[in-house]
């Protein structure tokens, strides 16, 4: 099993910046990809963005203001928000597509965290 924990959102100001971290741990053989998603409130989750090995790709709502990172010793990913705009206003959702042995892929989600962009 694989647990992801999120941190990091919180309530910011149009125009703001915030950083959310994702932690993987638990039985990984190997992580495959690992991404944000986000869910508003009457929509539907929609993709951020997702890195896998050796290409990271975005929304196009948020590309030039968001960036994913990732620290494979850490099993970590991270999301670094800029320019945040209300629209940006969600409960974020980390997700990982792992491999716990040689054979055995799943793909896991965090419990998500909320970020409130508002004045």
């Known amino acids: 099993q694989v647990r992801l924990v999120e941190s990091g959102g919180g309530l910011v100001q149009p125009g703001g910046s915030l950083r959310l971290s994702c932690a993987a741990s638990?039985?990984?053989?190997?992580?495959?990809?690992m991404g944000w998603y986000r869910q508003a409130p009457g929509k539907e989750r929609e993709l951020v963005g997702v890195?896998?090995?050796?290409?990271?790709n975005y929304a196009d709502s948020v590309k030039g203001r968001f960036t994913i990172s990732r620290d494979n010793v850490k099993n970590t990913v991270y999301l670094g928000m800029n320019n945040l705009k209300p629209e940006d206003t969600a409960v974020y959702y980390c997700?990982?597509?792992?491999?716990?042995?040689?054979?055995?892929?799943?793909?896991?989600w965090g419990q998500g965290t909320q970020v409130t962009v508002s004045s």
């Open positions: 638990g039985s990984i053989f190997r992580i495959n990809a």
């Open positions: 997700n990982a597509d792992v491999n716990s042995d040689i054979r055995m892929r799943d793909d896991y």
């Open positions: 890195t896998g090995t050796g290409n990271t």
